[in-house]
């Protein structure tokens, strides 16, 4: 069975502090990977998005990048934090365009 | 472009009613819509997914969605709910391309009273 594992669970992080968030999926190769932020009581929005190792595209600008090095590893991270960084960082994965689309347990992430 | 519209924000009905969550969507090409469901402070879940055939498609836990071309649209429904079913619901459609972006509606919570 496939599972997705993200980490930290929740971080408290002071503005301009860096942050690097993870996820790990077992039991499927070569999946396409998501990162989604979803900002206190709104909707999700993609902010990266992977189909291959090292290769990460960006779909929405918000000072953060993305890398994926290895096949089942995708990481979220930014050097200097902002406060409208804080809110809930989901990864994903799906096979392809159209399948269902898995999502982790989440980040929660609140910048002070 | 594509877009989802949920027209309710907040949804409220008493244990035992039927559920009606709205969902229209805006997309040129062929929908792939999507419902999940989240609960408080954990990550989504699928309830049911349409592709393609049969416009209505049975979910999990007696969720059930009509997709409808004419309309745009694809709601949510369910003959009786239970108090385990309040949550946030989105409404979720696929765009073609193969980074299988997906686009949220803005999310319904619903309230259920027991």
């Known amino acids: 069975a496939q599972t997705i594992h993200q980490w930290p669970v929740a971080e408290i992080k002071a503005v301009g502090s860096p942050l690097s968030l993870g996820c790990t999926i077992k039991g499927k190769s070569s999946p396409n990977l998501y990162w989604y932020w979803q900002a206190t009581g709104g909707t999700l929005q993609q902010l990266f998005y992977?189909?291959?190792?090292?290769?990460v595209e960006s779909v929405v600008q918000l000072n953060l990048s993305a890398s994926r090095p290895k096949d089942d590893q995708f990481i979220l991270s930014t050097e200097k934090l902002l406060l409208s960084h804080s809110g809930f960082y989901l990864c994903?994965?799906?096979?392809?365009?159209?399948?269902?689309?898995?999502f982790g347990k989440g980040t929660r992430l609140t910048v002070v | 472009a594509q877009s989802v519209t949920q027209p309710d924000a907040r949804v409220t009905v008493s244990e035992g009613a039927s559920l009606q969550l709205r969902c229209k969507y805006s997309?040129?090409?062929?929908?792939?819509l999507f419902w999940y469901v989240q609960y408080p402070r954990q990550g989504l879940q699928l309830l049911l997914k349409?592709?393609?055939?049969?416009?209505v498609v049975q979910g999990v836990n007696g969720f059930e969605a009509e997709f409808s071309k004419s309309n745009s649209s694809f709601h949510l429904r369910k003959a009786s709910v239970h108090w385990s079913d309040s949550a946030v619901y989105f409404c979720?459609?696929?765009?073609?391309?193969?980074?299988?972006?997906?686009?949220f509606g803005k999310g319904t919570k619903l309230s259920v009273k027991s």
């Open positions: 994903a994965w799906s096979l392809q365009w159209g399948t269902e689309v898995f």
């Open positions: 997309y040129s090409g062929t929908p792939y």
């Open positions: 992977s189909i291959t190792v090292g290769q």
């Open positions: 979720v459609l696929s765009a073609e391309g193969s980074n299988a972006k997906l686009t």
């Open positions: 349409y592709y393609s055939g049969d416009p």
